[in-house]
């Protein structure tokens, strides 16, 4: 846990930004597998760690915008709960250690919501993401729980994403630690790319190792042969020599931080000449990105940038035409790489999604721009210190998309497509890292993972 003062402090400035009504804060429950007891391990709700810090299910807060007060709702453990769990601290000890004076059990949250509800004051509530607090809220706010999404507090929303937008000293040290564990997981499955290695074989060993550091990885690992298939969880295949292994995995940190890191590797080491030619413009979008990040561009222009170096090299190659400028455009990259640059990262991989990626993203300066592959770009907004985003480009080679495009005769001016037909066996390509946002410029967090041909041709296998 952090000092009690930075969730004091936190909720402070909250209460700074909001100023009526009530904050609900739903913080998570364990979430069965198979039957009640039997569960996933526990995660605790992002917005709920963020201003009162503690892992623990069964747990709801509120805050008053306007008195100030702050009520932590839990019950204490039972001696049967005891005799299964061991001794427990104390709800009270608990709110202490994040600045939280007062606690009531559980059972006293609904006579609070009715009490604000009858005095007709606000009572605002994030959006629910699982099937057990859209319940819980539909009961307490009486409306049905299919609903409780649209009636969510825009406002709220809003002021957490600025809050948990600029990250702290103390959030960046946590995430830099994540970033230690997702080097040991890429260096690993790095290692391990030899022909004949199973593909869930490195995935189940990667998957591990931040459990031994008392986390988890911060999604489940993405590993395969078949990196053009950009989120492929498929493991079930034998590493053979001449394709490339693309691995897209990161920790989170007992506190929750993440990291998120891809590298792409040749089997057994040795980049094919082919190979070299399109990680090399990868590795270059990815390093234009970082080059150009800092306070006041926008990460739309940066994704552009990072666009025009994959157009540029792809022309380079004969696998793209015409004007680069006017192929980004039109949008011809996006067959080639058909998602956003990045996106935000902190308590959660893809931080604070659950609250409307539309609101995390972009704001009323910096509109999504809806054209294929620019309109999955998840942070289009302009940067500003203290953001921690990922920076990954990529180059695949998906045989259903240019099939598509061939037939329908889509960016048929910028796309050579005889030449890339040559590559449909290729896979994909992509190169992430994650970026702090400077006064000046960004710096990548953690010891950089190894990117350089030069330093991956001496890790892998070795
Ligand atoms: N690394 C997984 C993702 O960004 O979607
Ligand atoms: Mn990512």
Redesign the pocket.
Known sequence: MFPTNVYADRRKRLKQLMNSGIGLFLGNNESPMNYPDNTFHFRQDSSFLYFFGIEHPGLAAIIDFESGEEILFGNDVEIDDIIWMGVQPLLKDKAAKVGVSKTAPFAKLAEHIQAAINQSRSVHYLPPYRGENKILLGDLLGIHPAKVNQYRSLPFVKAVIQLRSIKDTYEIAEIEKACAIGYEMHVTAMKMAIAGESEQKIAGLVEAIPLKYGGHYS?PV?LSQNGQTL?NHDHSGILQEGRLMLT?CGAETSMRYAS?F?RTVPVNGKFTQKQKEIYQIVLDANNKATAASKPGITYQQVHLMAARVIAQGLKDLGLMKGDVEAAVKAGAHAMFMPHGLG?MMGLD??DMEDLGQIYVGYDNETRPIDQFGTAYLRLGRKLETGFVL?N?PGIYFIPALIDQWKAEKTNTEFINFDKVNEYRDFGGIRL?DDLLITDSGCRILGERVPITIEEIENTVGK
């Open positions: 999604f993405i989120h897209d998120d891809t996106h991989v893809h990922t990954e992430e």
